[in-house]
């Protein structure tokens, strides 16, 4: 059984950094894109950064890049979400996500295109 499981959320003042993690059992996870998605209050859920199984590609969304680096260990096997410079609109409910890939390079921008998921992690910013 497939299971992605998050940690490392909470309340954080705007200008503060957090740092999510992902440990996931049950797949071959060398061989998974992963992928880091939000929901906000009344808006969908939608992509924050991805990383390819290998590492060597990442792919982040425009509001996050600078601030916000995805990281992965095969070995452990764990990812990783490093947040900076937080502002409020980052408030939301953040998701792990995997996706197979025969790519060592492929990321996955599509929610469609994750095949197993976390249950979900809060992170509030307050101004």
């Known amino acids: 059984q497939v299971q992605l499981v998050e940690s490392g959320g909470g309340s954080v003042q705007a200008g503060g950094p957090l740092r999510l993690s992902c440990a996931a059992s049950?797949?071959?996870?060398?061989?998974?894109?992963m992928g880091w998605l939000r929901q906000a209050p009344w808006q969908a859920r939608a992509l924050v950064a991805t990383?390819?199984?290998?590492?060597?590609?990442?792919y982040y969304a425009d509001s996050v890049k600078g601030r916000f680096t995805i990281f992965r260990d095969n070995a452990k096997p764990t990812a990783a979400l490093q947040m900076n410079s937080l502002k409020p609109e980052d408030t939301a409910v953040y998701y792990c996500?995997?996706?197979?890939?025969?790519?060592?390079?492929?990321?996955?921008?599509?929610?469609?295109?994750?095949?197993?998921w976390g249950q979900g992690i809060q992170v509030t910013v307050s101004s």
């Open positions: 996500a995997a996706a197979k890939t025969t790519s060592s390079v492929g990321v996955r921008t599509f929610q469609r295109e994750y095949d197993y």
């Open positions: 049950g797949l071959t996870f060398g061989r998974f894109a």
């Open positions: 990383i390819s199984w290998s590492g060597y590609n990442t």
